[in-house]
């Protein structure tokens, strides 16, 4: 069982930048792939990005290259998504997944993973 919380959100002008942490509990996180997804008003929850249990072999949701950046740190049970030149359409709640199953490359679905924060609220203003 692997419990999520995610922190860090919050409103930011567009631009700016915010990093996201997600603290997690249980004892084989350092196995788990790990996400971070996120759901807009009136859209389905999209992947951001996920993190194999090493923090390799990373994929990003083609709006957020070379803007957003995944890591972990499996000493402290913890990811983290760091969000930088942030854009009005960013925003949207952010939620930290985890699955036990290894990552193998590509888009994951969120029914692909079995463990879910509650989500924080990113706000940009244009």
């Known amino acids: 069982q692997v419990q999520l919380v995610e922190s860090g959100g919050g409103l930011v002008q567009a631009g700016g930048s915010l990093r996201l942490s997600c603290a997690a509990s249980?004892?084989?996180?350092?196995?788990?792939?790990l996400g971070w997804f996120r759901q807009a008003p009136g859209k389905e929850r999209g992947l951001v990005s996920p993190?194999?249990?090493?923090?390799?072999?990373?994929y990003y949701a083609d709006s957020v290259k070379g803007r957003f950046t995944i890591s972990r740190d499996n000493a402290k049970n913890a990811v983290y998504l760091q969000m930088n030149s942030m854009k009005a359409e960013n925003t949207a709640v952010y939620y930290c997944?985890?699955?036990?199953?290894?990552?193998?490359?590509?888009?994951?679905?969120?029914?692909?993973?079995?463990?879910w924060g509650q989500g924080t609220q990113v706000t940009v203003s244009s």
């Open positions: 997944a985890a699955d036990k199953e290894p990552y193998r490359g590509g888009y994951y679905y969120p029914e692909m993973f079995e463990y």
């Open positions: 249980g004892r084989r996180f350092s196995t788990y792939t």
């Open positions: 993190i194999t249990w090493n923090g390799g072999s990373t």
